[in-house]
């Protein structure tokens, strides 16, 4: 695996991590979104990552290569990708509000299916994980950095 593969590989979880933080970001900023333009309130939405295969596509790797022992080695992801963005079609939260034009016949009003303390958790994971990736980017340049030096004798 070269330099350029490792930054790659941290590349594409940036990217992956950016859309699953977009995606959280949407869904907060949503969360009394009673009425979209397909009808009824918001859904919900998140980001449904693959691995990329070693043919630089998602999906199924490339087959197992023999090892010498035996075995046989799997070969390396060279990434992640957002294979889809999945709609929760949960239903929302119901609230009585008779007033609301929006109430059904009992005077219950469909909210989002967002649950705030869900969406922050999630946006603590996807933070986290994204400087995860900006950390092992910065040790791939490091090193790079590092065999420079070696070449001019310093």
Same mark, same amino acid.
């Given at each position: 695996?070269?330099?350029? +593969? +490792?930054? +790659?590989? +941290?590349?594409? $979880?940036?990217?992956?991590?950016?859309? @699953?933080?977009? *995606?959280?970001?949407? #869904?907060?900023? #949503?969360? =009394?979104? %009673?009425?979209?333009?397909?009808?009824?309130?918001?859904?919900?939405?998140?980001?449904?990552?693959?691995?990329?295969?070693?043919?630089?596509? $998602? $999906?199924?790797?490339?087959?197992?290569?023999?090892?010498?022992?035996?075995?046989?080695?799997?070969? *390396?992801?060279?990434?992640?990708?957002?294979?889809?963005?999945?709609?929760? @079609?949960?239903?929302? @939260?119901?609230?009585?509000?008779?007033? =609301?034009? %929006?109430?059904?016949?009992?005077?219950?009003?469909?909210?989002?299916?967002? #649950?705030?303390?869900?969406?922050?958790?999630?946006?603590?994971?996807?933070? @986290?994980?994204?400087?995860? #990736?900006?950390?092992? %980017?910065?040790?791939?340049?490091?090193?790079?950095?590092?065999? %420079?030096?070696?070449?001019?004798?310093?």
């Amino acid at each position: 695996m070269s330099f350029f +593969s +490792s930054l +790659s590989i +941290s590349g594409s $979880g940036l990217t992956a991590e950016q859309t @699953r933080m977009d *995606l959280i970001s949407d #869904n907060i900023a #949503n969360v =009394n979104t %009673l009425q979209t333009a397909e009808g009824g309130p918001y859904q919900r939405e998140e980001a449904i990552f693959t691995p990329i295969g070693a043919n630089g596509t $998602g $999906g199924p790797q490339t087959p197992a290569v023999p090892t010498p022992f035996g075995g046989r080695a799997q070969p *390396l992801a060279q990434g992640v990708m957002v294979a889809s963005i999945a709609t929760d @079609r949960s239903t929302g @939260r119901l609230v009585f509000d008779p007033t =609301n034009p %929006l109430a059904n016949k009992t005077g219950y009003v469909t909210y989002p299916n967002v #649950n705030l303390v869900t969406e922050i958790s999630d946006m603590m994971g996807a933070t @986290r994980a994204y400087q995860a #990736n900006v950390t092992a %980017l910065n040790a791939t340049k490091a090193m790079a950095a590092k065999a %420079l030096e070696i070449g001019h004798g310093g």
